[in-house]
């Protein structure tokens, strides 16, 4: 049979993740992976939350073990109530306003069946987190692309943008902005308080929808908290989506929707067509976990540890990329990613198989473009490697981008 001819358009389009396929080298022996944005396992409280799944699974089973709702876990939400409360000053919240889903990718991916059609536009950032990439091609829409400076989205860029498609009687196809405010992925930059001011006012203005993407707000090493567009704006212009993964465990693959309840609504909708609901089981692990836990308390030392490796980055950084010519890196002040940018003519894919030679890994960032466009640059996360291997790690790419250059006469 010919399957090609069985598949649909969207079918025919579908590729393998970038990422997922570089991700493979990272399993030879030897080799030094800077690439996924993985947690280090050091960091899981498994022994709580053991504890908490034994007690669970003993004392709860009949809901535990049994399908749930698509909404998710009512006790969760709750303690998502709470959190919201404690931590971020929003209070006029209630369970109605969350969803939780599988991972926050499914969110992403919710998001795209929810707003986007084939003919819509969704305003995102260059270079552009390549999960929420996947899931809104899902829908064959058209992106716009606002570059990122070392305080987030170009402003100016996007206002112009705006007013050139207003221009053009286009804007209402635009459904959303989408925008990843705290410690980018892949870029490492912090949206400042007064580009968030400037987007919900072009948002309000033209009338769209904020899609905020906070997976990493939590984890601040340095320099002061600023209020999400969620807060700022209110769940009426802003839809926030969250997840577990990066402050609890990866595994337990809770995400979480946080917005209007109508909106909220729609995404339990698109949800049921999807996988009916999400693992009841986890959901109330982590509802326990946070019920028993002070959260903030509990990742203070996984902060330590992620900011103490970010120094002996930085650090290795200054050491070995300094006398480089034209390279930039960004220090980020949270989160689990630096981006470093070579000189004009490099092009970092091309240039990952000689790192693969000296088995030190990272992602090109022609993964985050979204045209797929060559690129100078990389990500790199320095979360999950030890202190030494992160000095070797870098030690290596010196190496690499010397031989590259020359070899391109670049250097």
């Known amino acids: 049979m010919n399957f090609e001819e069985k598949y649909s358009v969207l079918g025919k389009s579908l590729r393998s993740s970038l990422i997922r396929e570089l991700l493979k080298y990272a399993s030879v022996p030897n080799s030094i992976s800077f690439g996924g944005g993985v947690p280090d396992p050091e960091t899981f409280p498994r022994n709580e939350l053991a504890r908490i799944a034994s007690e669970v699974i003993e004392k709860e089973y009949s809901y535990v073990l049994q399908y749930s709702t698509t909404e998710g876990d009512p006790e969760l939400a709750r303690q998502m109530v709470n959190l919201f409360d404690k931590i971020f000053g929003i209070k006029n919240l209630d369970v109605d306003n969350f969803m939780f889903t599988t991972g926050s990718q499914q969110a992403l991916e919710l998001a795209g069946k929810i707003f986007l059609d084939k003919d819509s536009i969704a305003i995102v950032e260059n270079p552009f987190y390549l999960g929420a990439a996947s899931a809104f091609k899902m829908q064959m829409s058209k992106f716009i692309t606002i570059p990122i400076e070392d305080d987030g989205m170009n402003v100016d860029i996007l206002e112009r943008k705006l007013k050139d ?58 320099g002061e908290h600023i209020p999400s567009l969620f807060k700022l704006a209110g769940m009426e212009r802003v839809v926030l989506l969250n997840t577990f993964s990066k402050i609890l ?24 067509g999807t996988d009916l609901c999400s693992s009841a089981l986890t959901q109330r692990i982590a509802a326990r976990y946070l019920e028993r836990y002070d959260l903030i308390q509990q990742i203070t030392p996984t902060i330590k540890l992620y900011k103490s490796k970010k120094d002996t ?23 689990l990613f630096t981006w470093v940018t070579l000189p004009e003519g490099f092009d970092t894919m091309e240039m990952f198989e000689f790192a693969k030679e000296k088995l030190v ?18 990500r790199m996360s320095y979360c999950l490697p030890p202190h030494e291997k992160i000095i070797e790690g870098v030690k290596r790419l010196k190496e690499v981008i010397i031989t590259y250059g020359k070899s391109k006469g670049l250097i």
């Open 165 to 222: 498609l207003d221009n053009k009687g286009l804007v209402k196809k635009v459904k959303f902005i989408y925008v990843i405010p705290n410690f980018h992925n892949p870029a490492g930059v912090t949206l400042s308080l007064e580009k968030r001011k400037r987007i919900i006012e072009l948002a309000e203005k033209y009338d769209l929808l904020i899609l905020e993407d906070d997976p990493y707000g939590l984890l601040r090493f340095e």
């Open 249 to 272: 465990a990866p595994g337990l693959r809770i995400g979480a929707v946080a917005g209007d309840k109508e909106i909220v609504r729609k995404f339990v909708l698109a949800k049921q």
């Open 313 to 335: 980055m930085m650090k290795a950084f200054d050491e070995y990329f300094s006398d480089i010519k034209g390279i930039k890196w960004i220090n980020p002040k949270g989160g």
């Open 361 to 378: 890994f990272y992602i090109p960032g022609q993964a985050f473009t979204p045209d797929d466009s060559p690129s100078p640059s990389m």
